[in-house]
């Protein structure tokens, strides 16, 4: 494959690696959410992703809307979602003393989305092709698929967003003591329930806008869900957990991890790669590859 | 029967199996500065911790101007007035000194004085402002500990609770450190203290419990018990 | 506690069973498949009871083992290594099955379990289901890739030595929980489980204990994979390294009643039971009852089913 590569070539597979990555991105900074309010890895994510792709799909079918503009209203279905689903299912668990049980739970919930869409939507693939999808944007010698750069400049707005949110807003700075510690935060009138309904919420919303990119670029279906969590998890492993950058860096470099892999290594191993540095990360360096130890006070 | 402003009646309090608490009876009056002192592991962070609502008790009770504080959650009792300056101070150490502060006034009772509270913790501890945008974990210990004390003022409690505030600091801030919890008093707060440094706590209160494996040996004054030949045997050495 | 009773009460049951497939047609009944199919899963469930029921540190590579076992027995058959040429249910094959996936739960079990996060331990293993899935996949002549490895199913006779190694297979697996659980390898687990920390302070060594349960758990596990390769007859990543064998036995073990002996048993018979009757009456549906029946177990019953008159006796 080397005598094809050329600068041009090596550009492109970096700027595909970036746009896709920014969708595991997406996904990791739901996790990290979930899991600094809540403790637990959200396996589920992946599929909840799908599940929004399956709605962008269908809004699309079924009633024409077109899938970027159908963004505001998934985006409140999948806050209402996320709320809706830590009460309903998490609320009661994350009050015992054992994490596992919320785990199991996640694990219980992706099972479920996977076989209901199997069932309901069949197993088929599915994606969206409207006028634009395949059509491309040509900066000298790159071609830049339409889909993807709209997919990266909804994951950077979103990113934008959770990160103003976190930081300016009174409940995104409840949610982030919640995350560093939880006790202490009880301890300033802060209730947990709150800041985990806020933070599940945003995981899922998260999800809605990775699902629109996912649908628009990507052929899915029910099972792929499992997949993109665990690369999710890679993407959060990478960034370390408790930063939202940090999250969106992870999965950007996981995306050109598999952008540059996929090319040099045929491509089933490619998705070896990203497990094994995943298993690399996880052992020797779990804070992540960006978080600076800062001291507990 | 004196109306006490915090009333502890026939406290009982497990951790999961192994009982912490017995039978444990305490009062705090208002304006007053109250001292819990004992060896480690007495019960003195559990009782405080109970009372913030931390712990549920097994049996007994917590009352607070009348009213049942036990089984409430621990952002109801701080909405109640009371505040609970942690062992080990838990600042959110990657927030800056700024929003530890003002998350010390996010409970409902504390938000419409926001903006006076945090003049209020700035004139108090000046140092702080000059701080404030500094992340909590890059200060110092004495600063961490008055950042501590200053989050929980900000709920404006009518009582504040202080878990070992002296714990790993410098003597001379140490002294730093119980002047500005008398002076805190002064402006009306009610302090119960629960310290390691029993000489200076004993000093500073009008009334004191001695705990021991979770009962409640001995009451008194400050000064009284600061006399008692059994204290001083047990916890004070040969100090004056 | 168990007492003597209680023993010859397992006994009876143990002989009667034995004796089902002397009064059953083997081939006609379906009662022997089912309890093949329950005791197999007995073998999966008491496999991840033991590391995470007893130990608490939760597997999600189950499915792992399963198939280094089948892979293992397979590619000893095929490549008839020890020149003997009879490797259907062959001891020394299984018991190999057994060692290869244990010996890479030692590999991976000691840096894996070395950190105390649990969350590292689930995500890691999974991780390396995925690695395997892909190895396997992508490993041409030597795993058979995609297709996987055929067994020569000419000297299939009978279910009947598939039943009765089962059996013996499960009530290995329940002994060997049952006497870990009372020997002192299980306190020991058991004090891990409740508090690490203080575990350690007392002086047990934290981390060979939880690799030892991680290993024998693999042991079993790849055992099991052994036998299903020879009912199979077909060794492939799509029947084996599949989500299905480490979530099943996670939903019995978890109905049943984790950290018990019995639970993973009561698990495994309830859950086949629902499942075989959901296959047979809804056969589309079914898949999606796992999901359910885990939310609404973890919400309910968290303690599973043996526990279930013990609210609140080891607090919670």
Known sequence: ?297 | MENHLLEIRDLAVAYGGVQALWGVSAHVDEGSIVSLVGANGAGKTTLLKTIAGLNRPKAGGVFFAGKKLSGMSPEGVVNEGISLVPEGRRLFARLTVKENLELGAYASRARPTYKESLERAYTLFPILKTRQSQVAGSLSGGEQQMLAIARSMMSRPSILMLDEPSLGLSPLVVKVMFELIESLNRTGVTILLVEQNIYQALKISQHAYVMKTGKIAMEGSGEQLLADPDVQNAYLGSLE | MRNARSLVIALVIVLALVLVPFVSDSEKSYLIFFLFLTFCHIVLTQGWNLVAGYTGQISLGNHAFFALGAYTTAMIWRADLFRYGHYYFDPITMILSGLVPAVFAIALGIPLLGKLRGDYFALGTLGFGEILKVAFVKGGQFTGGPIGIMLPSSVYSSLRPHYWTALFLAVLATAVVYFMSRSRVGLALVAIREDETAAASSGIHVLKYKVLAFAIGAFLVGVCGSLYAYYLFQVSPEGFLILKWTLYPILMCVIGGSGTVIGPIVGSLVMTGVFTAANIYLPSIHPIFSGIIIILVMLFMPNGIVRLRERGATGE
């Open chain 1, 1 to 297: 494959m080397l005598e094809y590569l050329t600068a041009g070539l090596l550009l492109q597979l970096f700027i595909n690696g970036i746009l896709f990555g920014a969708m595991y991105g997406l996904a990791a900074i739901g996790l990290s959410l979930i899991f600094g309010t809540m403790r637990i890895v959200f396996l589920a994510q992946g599929t909840v992703i799908v599940l929004m792709a399956y709605l962008c799909y269908w809004l699309f079918t079924l009633f024409h809307i077109d899938p970027y503009l159908s963004t505001g209203i998934l985006g409140i279905i999948a806050l209402v979602l996320g709320a809706g689903m830590y009460q309903l299912l998490f609320r009661r668990a994350v009050r015992m003393e054992d994490k596992n049980i919320s785990l199991l739970i996640a694990v219980g919930l992706m099972f479920l989305l996977e076989n209901f869409m199997a069932v309901a939507w069949t197993p088929d693939p599915r994606s969206i092709s409207t006028s634009y999808t395949s059509s491309s944007l040509s900066i000298g010698t790159l071609d830049l698929s339409f889909t993807r750069l709209l997919g990266f400049a909804m994951a950077m707005l979103a990113t934008g967003a959770v990160t103003l949110f976190l930081k300016r807003t009174f409940v995104g700075k409840a949610v982030r003591a919640a995350s560093e510690d939880i006790e202490a935060a009880r301890l300033v009138g802060v209730s947990p329930h709150w800041v985990n309904t806020v933070a599940f919420a945003i995981g899922i919303g998260l999800s809605g806008i990775a699902g629109i990119a996912v649908s628009t670029t990507y052929p899915f279906d029910p099972y792929f869900g499992f997949v993109f969590s665990l690369k999710a998890m890679i993407a959060l492993a990478l960034g370390g957990l408790g930063s939202v950058s940090g999250a969106l860096l992870g999965g950007i470099i996981l995306g050109l991890l598999e952008s540059l892999a996929a090319f040099f290594i045929s491509g089933g191993w490619a998705d070896a790669i990203g497990y094994a540095v995943f298993l690399l990360v996880l052992l020797f360096r779990p804070e992540g590859l960006f978080v600076r130890s800062i001291k507990k006070a």
